[in-house]
């Protein structure tokens, strides 16, 4: 690979997500939080770690959007009429970028919650574990717990359609 060709795909790949930029909302979204988390990592104390956290959820979150919106634009061009394998992939693509920023946002909560929440008034002291901790675990066991009966719902009546359909 030459020199040239290798300035064209990184200029390719700026063009993606420059139009990703243009075109999707929640790509601007991501951007100004991810501007206004790195801003705030530059005036309030955080260690290598930290930082390297918060790129690493910063990274994550645009690129799986980044994914997304190539996943939408497939899809887009494959099909123009409504189709459940269609929905499917339009859905799971959306559900990597949510994920993402859930983890974000956990991250950006760990980070930060020391430097902002003064010592006297942390609600959740009383907890065993530490307070920010019993959150996070507290918040993604309820997560777990309402997805998998979603799922478990959405498998029933999947169920049910094909043996209505069946019949
Ligand atoms: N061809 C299709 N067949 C069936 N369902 C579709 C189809 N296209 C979109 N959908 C459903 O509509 C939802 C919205 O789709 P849309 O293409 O508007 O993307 P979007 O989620 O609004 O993305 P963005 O806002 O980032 O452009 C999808 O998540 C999917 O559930």
Redo the contacts with the bound molecule.
Sequence with gaps: MNVRTLVSSFRYALEGLAHALAT???MRIHFIAAFAVIVLCVFVRVSIAEIMSVLFAISLVICLELVNTAV?HV??HL?K???PA??IA??VA?AAVFIAAANALVEAYLVFYDKFMPIHWRPLNTLLIPPYLGVILVGLLCLIVGISGYALRLRHSKKENVARYEK
């Design positions: 999707q909302r929640n939408e899809v887009d099909t009429e409504r189709h269609a929905k339009k859905d959306a």
